[in-house]
């Protein structure tokens, strides 16, 4: 059995900090931000952990596979 | 089995394979998944401690009906897949564990984009495949830019929730 859920609000905390990440390189000062987000809580940490691996696992995926899978007529 | 489950069962389940071999045309897949919408039952029942079905058929309709569009969309991914695979020499090189990654993140990112709308959709797509930055995406799709952020920010948030629960 999966570990029980972190709180919804952690989750939309770590996709914002995904998002900004996706957009540009953090500032100084948003890199500790996200320091100190990340060290609020184990839950915190865990889903920051999760959402690191899946950014990587997203990339391992070539574009042209990624785009014609899912973007395949159903 | 709770008596009331077992009697569900009793009373149901060949009604519930017949529906679904109308559905499927495959007598395997729909004794699987009449099986898969039992063991749903089960353990919905188990997380709330009762089952009150006023409508038992219709109940196993629904979600038999959930869980039959999961397997289509599962093997219409695994069919593009392949093909993909196969005919673009670029992933010959790609390691069988390599490919079984991008396949599991596939499956995730599959079942993510289908519970959004068609314009966040395309902007994870854009994003996230074709390089594309949040400026460009708002440009090329008509939507602001808040608009791409806040859809992306979804986006993620329903990708970490599925890979928290596991598929």
């Keep these: 059995m999966s570990a029980p859920s ?9 996709a914002y900090w995904l998002t900004k990440l996706r957009e540009q390189p953090l500032t100084s000062a948003e890199q500790q931000q996200l320091q100190a987000w990340c060290a609020r809580s184990t839950d915190h940490q865990r889903v920051w952990q999760k959402a690191l691996r899946l950014v990587q696992s ?3 995926i070539p574009d042209k596979l990624g785009l ?3 973007n395949r007529e159903q | ?9 009793k009373d149901h389940h060949q009604w519930l394979r017949a529906w679904l071999y109308k559905k499927v045309g495959c007598d395997q897949c729909a004794a699987d998944l009449a099986q898969d919408t039992f063991v749903r039952l089960l353990l919905s029942q188990q997380k709330q401690n009762k089952l009150f079905l006023e409508k038992p058929r219709a109940y196993l309709r629904t979600v038999a009906n959930g ?3 999961d397997h289509f969309r599962r093997r219409s991914l695994e069919n593009a897949y392949q093909e ?29 984009l289908n519970s959004l709308s068609s314009r966040a ?47």
């Design chain 1, 6 to 14: 972190p709180p919804d609000k952690v989750i939309a905390e770590a």
């Design chain 2, 84 to 112: 993909m695979l196969a005919n673009l020499p670029e992933f010959v090189v790609l390691s069988e564990e390599e490919r079984l990654l991008i396949r599991e993140t596939l499956e995730q990112l599959d079942v993510m």
């Design chain 2, 67 to 69: 869980l039959m569009i």
């Design chain 2, 1 to 9: 089995m709770s008596p009331s489950l077992e009697s569900l069962y």
């Design chain 2, 121 to 167: 959709r395309t902007s994870f797509l854009l994003s996230q495949f074709e390089g594309l930055t949040y400026a460009q995406i708002a440009e090329q799709t008509k939507v602001s830019l808040r608009t791409v952020k806040r859809d992306m920010q979804r986006a993620f948030a329903h990708c970490l929730t599925i890979v928290w629960e596991g598929l």
């Design chain 1, 58 to 60: 997203v990339e391992k």
């Design chain 1, 68 to 70: 014609l899978v899912l």
